[in-house]
Protein backbone atom coordinates (compact mmCIF):
# COMPACT_ATOMS: atom_id res chain seq x y z
CA UNK A 1 0.00 0.00 0.00
CA UNK A 2 1.19 3.85 -1.12
CA UNK A 3 0.64 6.92 -1.26
CA UNK A 4 3.73 7.20 -3.82
CA UNK A 5 6.01 9.86 -4.38
CA UNK A 6 7.34 10.47 -7.96
CA UNK A 7 10.70 8.39 -7.18
CA UNK A 8 8.97 5.10 -5.27
CA UNK A 9 8.65 2.41 -7.31
CA UNK A 10 4.44 2.29 -7.82
CA UNK A 11 2.78 -0.06 -4.96
CA UNK A 12 0.57 -2.84 -6.61
CA UNK A 13 -2.01 -1.13 -4.33
CA UNK A 14 -2.76 3.10 -4.37
CA UNK A 15 -4.32 4.87 -1.83
CA UNK A 16 -5.13 8.60 -2.54
CA UNK A 17 -7.12 11.00 -0.37
CA UNK A 18 -8.37 14.22 -1.18
CA UNK A 19 -11.67 16.49 0.00
CA UNK A 20 -12.53 13.51 1.75
CA UNK A 21 -13.19 10.83 -0.83
CA UNK A 22 -10.46 7.88 -0.75
CA UNK A 23 -9.35 6.37 -3.54
CA UNK A 24 -7.94 2.87 -3.26
CA UNK A 25 -6.25 1.52 -6.88
CA UNK A 26 -5.85 -1.88 -7.54
CA UNK A 27 -2.50 -1.57 -9.62
CA UNK A 28 -1.45 -4.21 -11.34
CA UNK A 29 -2.66 -3.31 -14.71
CA UNK A 30 -0.48 -5.75 -16.53
CA UNK A 31 -2.31 -8.32 -14.82
CA UNK A 32 -5.54 -6.98 -15.17
CA UNK A 33 -5.07 -6.70 -11.69
CA UNK A 34 -5.82 -10.02 -10.41
CA UNK A 35 -5.05 -10.18 -6.97
CA UNK A 36 -1.64 -12.00 -5.47
CA UNK A 37 -1.79 -13.06 -1.80
CA UNK A 38 0.46 -9.73 -1.12
CA UNK A 39 -1.88 -7.28 -3.01
CA UNK A 40 -4.16 -8.76 -0.61
CA UNK A 41 -2.48 -8.20 2.76
CA UNK A 42 -1.80 -4.77 1.38
CA UNK A 43 -5.92 -4.16 0.43
CA UNK A 44 -6.72 -5.23 4.23
CA UNK A 45 -4.64 -2.90 5.37
CA UNK A 46 -5.50 0.24 3.00
CA UNK A 47 -9.19 -0.91 3.89
CA UNK A 48 -8.50 -0.80 7.95
CA UNK A 49 -6.57 2.52 7.45
CA UNK A 50 -9.66 4.38 5.97
CA UNK A 51 -12.02 2.93 7.85
CA UNK A 52 -10.90 4.20 10.80
CA UNK A 53 -9.48 7.53 9.38
CA UNK A 54 -12.63 9.74 10.68
CA UNK A 55 -11.67 12.46 7.75
CA UNK A 56 -12.46 9.98 5.35
CA UNK A 57 -15.99 10.06 4.65
CA UNK A 58 -16.25 7.65 1.67
CA UNK A 59 -14.07 5.54 -0.45
CA UNK A 60 -13.98 4.73 -4.42
CA UNK A 61 -12.48 1.58 -5.36
CA UNK A 62 -11.41 0.47 -9.39
CA UNK A 63 -8.73 -0.79 -11.08
CA UNK A 64 -5.40 0.74 -13.10
CA UNK A 65 -5.65 0.40 -16.77
CA UNK A 66 -7.88 -1.32 -18.68
CA UNK A 67 -9.42 -4.04 -16.29
CA UNK A 68 -11.19 -3.36 -12.54
CA UNK A 69 -9.98 -6.67 -11.28
CA UNK A 70 -9.50 -10.30 -13.15
CA UNK A 71 -9.90 -12.12 -9.77
CA UNK A 72 -7.43 -14.54 -8.35
CA UNK A 73 -3.87 -14.69 -9.45
CA UNK A 74 -3.13 -17.39 -11.54
CA UNK A 75 0.31 -18.08 -9.90
CA UNK A 76 -1.44 -18.87 -6.45
CA UNK A 77 -3.36 -20.98 -8.27
CA UNK A 78 -0.13 -22.80 -9.88
CA UNK A 79 1.42 -23.28 -6.16
CA UNK A 80 -1.68 -24.33 -4.52
CA UNK A 81 -2.13 -27.25 -7.01
CA UNK A 82 1.76 -28.00 -6.45
CA UNK A 83 1.50 -28.02 -2.25
CA UNK A 84 1.66 -31.56 -0.93
CA UNK A 85 -1.52 -33.41 -0.89
CA UNK A 86 -1.80 -33.14 2.75
CA UNK A 87 -1.55 -29.70 2.99
CA UNK A 88 -4.05 -28.25 0.21
CA UNK A 89 -6.87 -28.43 2.41
CA UNK A 90 -5.60 -26.03 5.37
CA UNK A 91 -3.68 -24.01 3.10
CA UNK A 92 -6.79 -23.73 1.39
CA UNK A 93 -8.71 -22.55 3.80
CA UNK A 94 -6.13 -20.39 5.60
CA UNK A 95 -5.94 -18.22 2.62
CA UNK A 96 -9.62 -18.31 2.35
CA UNK A 97 -9.69 -16.53 5.85
CA UNK A 98 -7.79 -13.70 4.08
CA UNK A 99 -10.27 -13.53 1.18
CA UNK A 100 -13.06 -13.26 3.60
CA UNK A 101 -11.83 -10.68 5.67
CA UNK A 102 -11.25 -8.38 2.65
CA UNK A 103 -14.35 -8.55 1.79
CA UNK A 104 -15.67 -8.17 5.01
CA UNK A 105 -13.94 -5.17 5.63
CA UNK A 106 -15.42 -3.60 1.91
CA UNK A 107 -18.59 -4.68 2.82
CA UNK A 108 -18.73 -3.50 6.37
CA UNK A 109 -16.61 -0.50 6.30
CA UNK A 110 -18.96 2.47 8.21
CA UNK A 111 -18.75 4.99 5.29
CA UNK A 112 -20.54 4.90 2.05
CA UNK A 113 -18.13 2.61 -0.69
CA UNK A 114 -18.56 2.87 -4.42
CA UNK A 115 -17.24 0.46 -6.63
CA UNK A 116 -15.79 2.66 -9.98
CA UNK A 117 -16.18 -0.70 -12.31
CA UNK A 118 -13.43 0.44 -15.12
CA UNK A 119 -13.09 -2.26 -17.25
CA UNK A 120 -13.61 -6.37 -16.84
CA UNK A 121 -14.68 -8.00 -13.22
CA UNK A 122 -14.28 -11.38 -13.19
CA UNK A 123 -14.01 -13.96 -10.59
CA UNK A 124 -13.00 -12.22 -7.09
CA UNK A 125 -13.31 -9.04 -8.76
CA UNK A 126 -16.67 -9.25 -9.91
CA UNK A 127 -17.19 -10.41 -6.15
CA UNK A 128 -15.36 -7.22 -4.72
CA UNK A 129 -17.45 -5.18 -6.87
CA UNK A 130 -20.81 -6.68 -5.28
CA UNK A 131 -19.42 -6.05 -1.46
CA UNK A 132 -19.62 -2.57 -2.50
CA UNK A 133 -22.47 -0.32 -1.24
CA UNK A 134 -23.33 1.11 -5.20
CA UNK A 135 -21.75 0.01 -8.34
CA UNK A 136 -20.43 2.65 -10.86
CA UNK A 137 -19.63 0.81 -13.90
CA UNK A 138 -18.09 2.25 -17.12
CA UNK A 139 -19.29 1.92 -20.90
CA UNK A 140 -15.91 -0.25 -21.11
CA UNK A 141 -17.04 -2.57 -18.18
CA UNK A 142 -18.05 -6.27 -17.66
CA UNK A 143 -18.69 -8.89 -15.19
CA UNK A 144 -18.41 -12.67 -15.30
CA UNK A 145 -18.48 -14.87 -12.05
CA UNK A 146 -16.38 -17.18 -14.19
CA UNK A 147 -15.68 -19.37 -11.21
CA UNK A 148 -17.06 -22.43 -12.97
CA UNK A 149 -14.50 -22.35 -15.60
CA UNK A 150 -11.98 -23.18 -13.08
CA UNK A 151 -14.03 -26.09 -11.63
CA UNK A 152 -14.86 -23.40 -8.39
CA UNK A 153 -17.54 -21.39 -7.02
CA UNK A 154 -17.71 -17.83 -5.65
CA UNK A 155 -15.34 -17.78 -2.82
CA UNK A 156 -15.47 -13.91 -2.64
CA UNK A 157 -18.89 -13.16 -0.76
CA UNK A 158 -20.88 -13.36 -4.16
CA UNK A 159 -23.02 -16.40 -3.57
CA UNK A 160 -24.37 -14.10 -0.62
CA UNK A 161 -24.20 -10.08 -2.86
CA UNK A 162 -25.29 -11.28 -5.96
CA UNK A 163 -28.69 -12.62 -5.62
CA UNK A 164 -29.56 -9.53 -3.18
CA UNK A 165 -28.95 -7.55 -6.20
CA UNK A 166 -30.51 -9.60 -9.14
CA UNK A 167 -32.63 -12.35 -7.46
CA UNK A 168 -31.81 -15.81 -6.87
CA UNK A 169 -32.56 -17.71 -10.20
CA UNK A 170 -30.60 -15.16 -12.23
CA UNK A 171 -28.01 -15.38 -9.51
CA UNK A 172 -27.74 -19.02 -10.02
CA UNK A 173 -27.83 -18.73 -13.95
CA UNK A 174 -24.64 -16.29 -14.06
CA UNK A 175 -23.10 -18.31 -11.08
CA UNK A 176 -23.87 -21.49 -13.58
CA UNK A 177 -22.60 -19.85 -16.49
CA UNK A 178 -19.90 -17.86 -15.95
CA UNK A 179 -20.83 -15.73 -18.56
CA UNK A 180 -19.59 -12.35 -19.46
CA UNK A 181 -22.45 -9.77 -18.58
CA UNK A 182 -22.24 -6.32 -20.83
CA UNK A 183 -22.95 -2.69 -18.91
CA UNK A 184 -26.41 -2.04 -20.34
CA UNK A 185 -27.82 -5.56 -19.15
CA UNK A 186 -25.48 -4.65 -15.85
CA UNK A 187 -27.89 -2.18 -15.16
CA UNK A 188 -30.86 -3.62 -16.43
CA UNK A 189 -30.24 -6.81 -14.22
CA UNK A 190 -29.39 -4.53 -10.95
CA UNK A 191 -25.55 -5.66 -11.36
CA UNK A 192 -24.62 -1.80 -11.78
CA UNK A 193 -26.61 0.92 -10.80
CA UNK A 194 -25.27 3.56 -12.80
CA UNK A 195 -23.03 3.29 -16.16
CA UNK A 196 -21.18 6.19 -17.47
CA UNK A 197 -18.65 6.91 -19.67
CA UNK A 198 -14.76 5.40 -19.43
CA UNK A 199 -13.61 8.83 -19.52
CA UNK A 200 -15.97 10.13 -16.60
CA UNK A 201 -16.03 7.40 -14.46
CA UNK A 202 -13.86 8.52 -11.58
CA UNK A 203 -15.06 12.06 -11.71
CA UNK A 204 -18.61 10.79 -11.29
CA UNK A 205 -17.53 8.23 -8.80
CA UNK A 206 -15.92 11.23 -6.72
CA UNK A 207 -18.96 13.18 -7.38
CA UNK A 208 -21.24 10.44 -6.32
CA UNK A 209 -19.26 9.15 -3.37
CA UNK A 210 -19.36 13.19 -2.49
CA UNK A 211 -22.94 13.79 -2.63
CA UNK A 212 -23.82 10.33 -0.49
CA UNK A 213 -21.29 10.80 2.11
CA UNK A 214 -22.61 14.80 3.14
CA UNK A 215 -25.08 13.94 6.12
CA UNK A 216 -24.02 12.77 9.69
CA UNK A 217 -20.47 10.36 9.49
CA UNK A 218 -22.17 8.53 12.49
CA UNK A 219 -25.83 8.15 11.01
CA UNK A 220 -24.68 6.81 8.16
CA UNK A 221 -22.51 4.38 9.65
CA UNK A 222 -24.87 3.35 11.84
CA UNK A 223 -27.84 2.90 9.13
CA UNK A 224 -25.09 1.19 6.89
CA UNK A 225 -24.87 -1.14 9.43
CA UNK A 226 -28.61 -1.80 10.35
CA UNK A 227 -29.59 -2.01 6.07
CA UNK A 228 -26.44 -4.59 5.89
CA UNK A 229 -28.42 -7.46 8.05
CA UNK A 230 -32.06 -6.17 6.99
CA UNK A 231 -32.44 -8.80 4.64
CA UNK A 232 -31.78 -12.03 7.44
CA UNK A 233 -33.53 -10.12 10.70
CA UNK A 234 -36.86 -10.63 11.61
CA UNK A 235 -38.59 -7.07 11.72
CA UNK A 236 -38.31 -6.42 15.21
CA UNK A 237 -34.93 -7.38 15.21
CA UNK A 238 -34.56 -4.67 13.04
CA UNK A 239 -36.67 -1.76 14.49
CA UNK A 240 -35.03 -2.81 17.91
CA UNK A 241 -31.19 -2.22 16.16
CA UNK A 242 -32.79 1.15 14.90
CA UNK A 243 -33.80 2.28 17.90
CA UNK A 244 -30.32 1.60 19.88
CA UNK A 245 -29.06 3.47 16.87
CA UNK A 246 -31.34 6.34 17.08
CA UNK A 247 -30.42 6.72 20.65
CA UNK A 248 -26.82 7.21 19.58
CA UNK A 249 -27.65 9.47 16.83
CA UNK A 250 -29.24 12.12 19.70
CA UNK A 251 -26.03 12.23 21.69
CA UNK A 252 -23.90 13.63 18.55
CA UNK A 253 -22.83 16.95 17.66
CA UNK A 254 -24.31 16.27 13.83
CA UNK A 255 -27.76 15.98 15.28
CA UNK A 256 -27.32 18.92 17.77
CA UNK A 257 -25.74 21.24 15.22
CA UNK A 258 -28.32 20.82 12.37
CA UNK A 259 -31.91 21.02 15.27
CA UNK A 260 -30.38 24.18 16.48
CA UNK A 261 -29.59 25.31 12.31
CA UNK A 262 -33.82 24.14 11.92
CA UNK A 263 -35.11 25.98 14.95
CA UNK A 264 -33.04 29.07 14.25
CA UNK A 265 -33.90 29.31 10.87
CA UNK A 266 -37.68 28.67 12.02
CA UNK A 267 -37.08 31.87 14.66
CA UNK A 268 -35.69 34.28 11.82
CA UNK A 269 -38.43 33.35 9.39
CA UNK A 270 -41.31 34.19 12.35
CA UNK A 271 -39.56 37.21 12.67
Known amino acids: MSTTTPDAAPSLIELEIHAGIATLTLNRPEKRNAITDGMRSDFIAALEKIGADNTVRALVLTGAGKGFCAGGDVAGMQRRMDAPAGEVGFNGWSRQQRVHHSVSLLHTMPKPVI ?4 GGANGLGADMAMACDFVLASDAASFAWSYIKRGLIPDGGGMY ?31 ADRVTSAQNLLADAHAWAT ?21 ESPAEQVFAKGSQAQGICYTTQQHRDAVLAFLNAGKEKAA
Open 161 to 191: FLPRRVGLSRAKELIFTGRKVEPDEALRLGI
Open 115 to 118: AAVN
Open 211 to 231: ELSQGSAAAIALGKSILNQSF
